[in-house]
């Protein structure tokens, strides 16, 4: 029963989407929709399940003295703070909820966006090795298209914003198609196999 | 419908115009509809998944049939057809015949398999890296961290990364290592948590530390710094990246690097396959990803689902060559454009 | 107590072993040094425009006075460096042909702040008034239905704007139910949602559209290019440097610019050092006939 229930729901909605995708009225529009309404309030109530583990992890931590109960302080204390704000106050714009928000959180963000740059600096360095006779391949069109996407690039050589494109469009182009074909009937035929209840290990089965 | 089908759909979308209409009336056979759903039987003794399909395909075959009935002449005025009339998107026959070859396909292949047809997968050697790196951690004493994308649980991705936690959840808890589990959104976290427990329980480990399987947070740069902090404090042997990722990869699997940790990832995300395949020791590259929890169960249906999926694939790649010669050759097969059209 | 004993002597990699391996942090220090550099003392050069940018422009260039045009900030704060160029040299462009702009997000933290904002500024630049030249419809969970629904009405979508008001009451939302009113979309986004808008709204509603997005993902949204269902693309700081130097008005991307070009003359800096180190090691083991 524990295994038959996750897959007759999952049979069920599969087919009613499958439905709704291939048909149309009333009655499937809204069958469809109200699927999609109980899937937002199960993730609404999911969110409660979050904020318990953040708040009985880290309380833990404190607890029993971690060595890094003091960052878990400060996590329950932001999160004590910014919750509370937003169901006091509200979340519209100028309500202090807003205003954390956008002049800490939105910051942080941006700050952890922007150590992307030094990240691929490090990887780049390291991954870009002529190794064998297609890594040299892979090097020669990496450092093509970064030299053909800067304005350095065209007075080094006035060709090369054009071969950069071409590597973009053509190869790198043809390449992502493959993927993204094989990754699409991958996806279709593991949701083919959900739907039918072949595939149970998502539910720690199998 | 996940992403990748949609974007699959849109690739060949507004290649030519669609003649569904003439189509349909041409190529639908004249046959009696009533009862198509009704009269699929039902195999007594069957296991849920033949019993499954059975019904599907005969619901697939009862509504096909019932809601063009409208659309073919003669067929209208039958009782059922002028109820349901209209009730299918008849510009999407296409996809649905699409839909049945592949389903009909897959399907094909799970039967032959559960007849006892050898099915062959070429070896994922990311996967037969999983058990290394679980063993290197134990060495170690160190954790495992998995991360199972960083996509909500309607994301098939992350259904795919799931299936392979329990795997890895159930070596981990063989040799009692650490294993930890930071999530981005609740579903997953308590789909997670259950698999985890399952595999815990199967092995005899009946308490699950809430340390395990943690929410993080509900935002990804906030979830990779958190996730950053943890593996460079915690300095994890193996790092196990599977599911939809999106910016954060990159942060994760560097810092991942940085830590040592034997690293394997796998996702069907094209923009961040690159960043993994730089950061990473081992990457799944798109369907692999899909094909994992088939390759690590052994189980011979789900090769053999395997084994559908390619021979669609090889008819998608015969239809690409079909297609570029004739467009070359400049010819119009327009009858090639409107099979591929999304609508 | 452990036993003292004399400290050895650690033996030093040679040189070129210690170029494929040096320290991160000195690679970090140097690409710091050469995003502040150029900010400092900006280097002004000029960026070629790629034909997907030069499409971008010319479909908003000629699009006729008044037009409505739908403008998704589908971004989060995060990637704001990348997509704020792009949005404000977007409005820039909207604003002076006279386009009427209707904003919306589908990224609800965020995201409605920031169109509010970027609607408010560049608005002031050129004398536009709320209501009438441009909107806020803010946001709304659910994109699918989000999306699809205002093909249909979008009052049953958006009752009111971001600040409250109810449509009937927006001059420029009555002239505007649905999609049918909308001549153009143009989509900012650092996420998933542009392949949305392409697969829900240009497929179904025929809306032609041009997207701005990270440079990350620009190279998989070229296939919506080539597949003619986006007109045109702006790909990250370089793409939005384009567009500012197209509409005549060079801002933050193009200053970005020369920090870009700097750390891309780093990166392949360090990759031909990294190989050198490479190369030399391994003639020096062929030498000591370890290979």
């Known amino acids: ?206 | 419908m996940n992403n990748e089908s949609r974007l699959l759909g849109a690739m060949f979308l507004r290649m030519g115009q669609v003649r569904v209409d003439r189509m349909v009336s041409e190529r639908m056979p004249r046959r009696p509809i009533v009862g198509a759903c009704c009269n699929t039987p039902l195999r007594p003794g069957s296991d849920t998944a033949g019993s499954l399909w059975e019904v599907l395909i005969g619901a697939f075959t009862g509504f096909w049939m019932v809601c063009l009935g409208s659309s073919l002449p003669g067929l209208s005025t039958l009782p059922a057809a002028s109820q349901f009339a209209g009730l299918f998107r008849v510009e999407r026959t296409n996809a649905l015949v699409l839909s049945l070859i592949f389903a009909g396909a897959v399907l094909w292949y799970i039967t032959q398999a559960r007849r006892g047809a050898k099915m062959y997968v070429r070896p994922i050697p990311g996967l037969s890296a999983v058990d290394e790196a679980v063993g290197r951690a134990t060495e170690m004493g160190r954790p495992i961290v998995f991360i199972p994308g960083t996509g909500d649980l309607d994301e098939i991705q992350t259904i795919a990364g799931l299936s392979i936690l329990g795997r890895v959840a159930r070596v981990t808890a063989r040799y009692a290592t650490p294993l930890r589990v930071p999530v981005l959104y609740p579903l997953p976290m308590a789909a997670a948590q259950e698999i985890v427990r399952e595999a815990y329980f199967d092995e005899g480990v009946e308490h699950l530390d809430p340390q395990t399987v943690q929410y993080v947070a509900g935002e990804s740069f906030s979830y990779s710094a958190r996730v950053g902090g943890m593996m460079l404090r915690e300095r994890p042997a193996a790092a196990i990246y599977m599911g939809q990722f999106t910016a954060e990869s990159l942060l994760i699997a560097e810092v991942g690097q940085s830590t040592g940790a034997i690293q394997i990832a796998g996702t069907a995300s094209p923009d961040q396959l690159p960043f993994f395949i730089a950061a990473c020791d081992y990457t799944l590259i798109g369907e692999e990803l899909y094909a994992a929890s088939a390759y690590l169960s052994g189980d011979p249906r789900m090769l053999g689902s395997l084994k559908g999926q390619d021979l669609m694939k090889v008819l998608i790649a015969a239809a690409v060559v079909v297609g570029t010669i004739a467009v070359s050759a400049g010819w119009n097969p327009g009858w090639l454009l409107t099979m591929f059209e999304a609508k | 107590m452990s036993e003292l004993r004399p400290a050895q002597p650690v033996p030093r990699a040679p040189f070129w072993q210690r170029l494929q391996a040096v320290d991160r942090r000195i690679l970090y220090s140097l690409i710091f040094a050469s995003v502040i550099i150029p900010v400092v003392w900006p280097l002004h050069l000029p960026t070629p425009v790629t034909p997907e940018s030069r499409a971008f422009f010319n479909a908003v260039d000629s699009l006729p006075s008044g037009s409505v045009v739908l403008f998704p900030f589908d971004f989060w704060p995060s990637t704001l460096p990348e997509t704020e160029p792009m949005a404000v040299a977007g409005l820039r462009h909207c604003f002076r042909k006279n386009l009427r702009v209707v904003g919306l997000s589908n990224v609800g933290m965020g995201g409605p702040s920031i169109a509010d904002r970027l609607l408010d500024s560049i608005g002031a630049e050129f004398h536009k008034s709320y209501g009438v030249d441009y909107v806020n419809l803010g946001y709304k969970a659910n994109y699918s239905a989000v999306l699809l629904g205002m093909g249909s009405k979008i009052a049953d979508i958006f009752p009111a704007d971001h600040r409250g008001t109810r449509l009937e009451d927006i001059p420029l939302m009555r002239q505007v139910p649905n999609y049918d009113s909308v001549k153009f979309v143009l989509i900012i986004s650092d996420n998933a949602m542009t392949d949305y808008w392409v697969a829900l709204v240009n497929a179904r509603f025929g809306l032609p559209m041009v997207a701005g997005v990270t440079a990350i993902m620009a190279p998989k949204m070229l296939s919506y290019i080539h597949s003619h269902q986006l007109i045109g693309l702006l790909g990250g700081m370089k793409g939005a440097a384009e567009y500012e130097q197209l509409i005549g008005h060079a801002d933050k991307a193009s200053l970005g610019m020369d920090a870009q070009s700097l750390i891309h003359f780093l990166i392949i800096s360090f990759i031909i050092l990294g190989n050198a180190g490479h190369f030399m090691m391994r003639r020096q083991q062929a030498r000591a006939g370890q290979v």
């Open chain 1, 1 to 206: 029963m524990k295994t038959r229930l996750p897959v007759l729901v999952a049979f069920i909605s599969g087919a009613l989407m499958i439905i709704a995708f291939f048909g149309r009225g009333s009655m499937v529009d809204a069958a469809s929709e109200t699927a999609l309404t109980w899937q937002s309030i199960v993730g609404g109530f999911a969110l409660l399940l979050g904020a318990v583990s953040i708040v009985r992890v880290h309380w833990q931590k404190i607890s029993t003295r971690h060595e890094d109960r003091f960052y878990s302080a400060c996590l329950l204390v932001c999160f004590v703070v910014m919750g509370g704000s937003g169901v006091v106050f509200g979340i519209g714009g100028g309500t202090l909820f807003d205003g954390l928000f956008q002049r800490i959180q939105a910051p942080m963000m941006s700050t952890m966006f922007s150590v992307l740059a030094f990240f691929i600096a490090s990887a780049a360095y390291r991954a870009f090795r002529a190794r064998s006779v297609s890594s040299a391949i892979l090097l020669v069109a990496a450092m093509v298209v970064m030299l053909g996407r800067i304005p350095m690039g065209q007075y080094i050589y006035h060709g090369l914003p054009a071969w950069a494109d071409w590597i973009m469009t053509v190869p790198s182009m043809a390449v992502q198609r493959g993927i993204l074909i094989g990754a699409a009937l991958g996806a279709a035929s593991m949701s083919l196999r959900i739907i039918l209840g072949v595939e149970r290990t998502y539910l720690g089965r199998g």
